[in-house]
T-cell receptor
Framework: AQSVSQHNHHVILSEAASLELGCNYS??????LFWYVQYPGQHLQLLLK??????LVKGIKGFEAEFIKSKFSFNLRKPSVQWSDTAEYFC????????????FGTGTKLQVIP | NAGVTQTPKFQVLKTGQSMTLQCAQD?????MSWYRQDPGMGLRLIHY???????DQGEVPNGYNVSRSTTEDFPLRLLSAAPSQTSVYFC??????????FGPGTRLTVT
């Protein structure tokens, strides 16, 4: 079974700082990778996804993520965060090919200080 | 489109009571899932369905039942509520079984 690790549980940044949230997974085969965001009091929304092709994927609101297969990583980045980016971020993975159960990481809470 | 809708938004139950959490989607997605979200544990899959009439267990199915009689609806039944089932419950649908579209959630407290 696959697993997902998000090592940063709580990150505090000042506005305009750069962001990188770590995500590592364990699975030996081909995977699909996702980042979801949950703003305070809201439901999860898809931020970006990787299925295949260019390992650098761009999502909404200026976020991007890079898939590094050799490191089993899919880190989320943003060059300059805003106060409105305060949220919890979840990495998720599922094996490619047919329906497979999605596994979520435990989440990283990002607090952006104005 | 309303997307994925869930009712109720909040619910308080006493231990031993049963109830059904409702979930509906209007996107004609084949795949639907139920997750629970607990602090520090992320989202854990309870049950899922790959189409009408087909359901299967996820990571934490004990104490919950599901059925999928139509493409649109995927109710989650708590058979005999326990304090350990206090959580936020999210329903999700997916066109492909990959990216998930989540509902607004139901916050359940069992006393």
């Amino acid at each position: 079974a696959q697993s997902v690790s998000q090592h940063n549980h709580h990150v505090i940044l000042s506005e305009a700082a750069s962001l990188e949230l770590g995500c590592n997974y364990s699975y030996g085969g081909t995977v699909n990778l996702f980042w979801y965001v949950q703003y305070p009091g809201q439901h999860l929304q898809l931020l970006l996804k990787y299925f295949s092709g260019d390992p650098l994927v761009k999502g909404i609101k200026g976020f991007e993520a890079e898939f590094i297969k050799s490191k089993f990583s899919f880190n989320l980045r943003k060059p300059s965060v805003q106060w409105s980016d305060t949220a919890e971020y979840f990495c998720a993975v599922n094996p490619s090919g047919g329906y497979q159960k999605v596994t979520f990481g435990t989440g990283t809470k990002l607090q952006v200080i104005p | 489109n309303a997307g994925v809708t869930q009712t109720p938004k909040f619910q308080v139950l006493k231990t031993g009571q049963s109830m059904t959490l409702q979930c509906a989607q209007d996107m004609n997605h084949e795949y639907m899932s139920w997750y629970r979200q607990d602090p520090g544990m992320g989202l854990r899959l309870i049950h899922y369905s790959v189409g009408a009439g087909i359901t299967d267990q996820g990571e934490v199915p004990n104490g919950y039942n599901v059925s999928r009689s139509t493409t649109e609806d995927f109710p989650l039944r708590l058979l005999s509520a326990a304090p350990s089932q206090t959580s936020v419950y999210f329903c999700a649908s997916s066109p492909s079984g990959y990216e998930q579209y989540f509902g607004p959630g139901t916050r359940l407290t069992v006393t």
